[in-house]
């Protein structure tokens, strides 16, 4: 996958706490010194803050460049059902997840 990743834009999304020093950690491994290549990034602001501020917008903005790049990274902690201020959607779709980080980089 990184061969073809050659010249590509990657969507960052960044999120909230745990979720976003796991994104920082792994945005490192893209650094031309590592890859041996040039990867350029496309950043999104996924925070409670943010979703609420433009009512979603930036989640289907960001929606948007995942299709249209065909590669982004997003690093998700599994929050507990209880964790006040978010939705509980994403404990919900993933009940066995554990308190976990985890760090994807998908493509079409």
Known sequence: MIRSMLGQTI??????????????????LLEP???GLEVKTRDFDLSLEERRRTR????????AA???????????SC??????????????AS???GPWPACTLRSR
């Open 11 to 28: 969507a960052v999304l960044h999120g909230d706490q745990t979720g976003e020093e796991l994104l920082r950690e792994a945005l490192r």
């Open 33 to 35: 010194g590592v890859l």
């Open 56 to 63: 979603n917008q930036c989640v289907l903005d960001a929606s």
């Open 66 to 76: 995942l299709r249209e790049l065909g590669f982004g990274i997003k690093a998700r």
């Open 79 to 92: 929050a507990s059902r209880s964790t006040a201020g978010s939705s509980s959607a994403r404990a919900a």
């Open 95 to 97: 009940p066995g997840c």
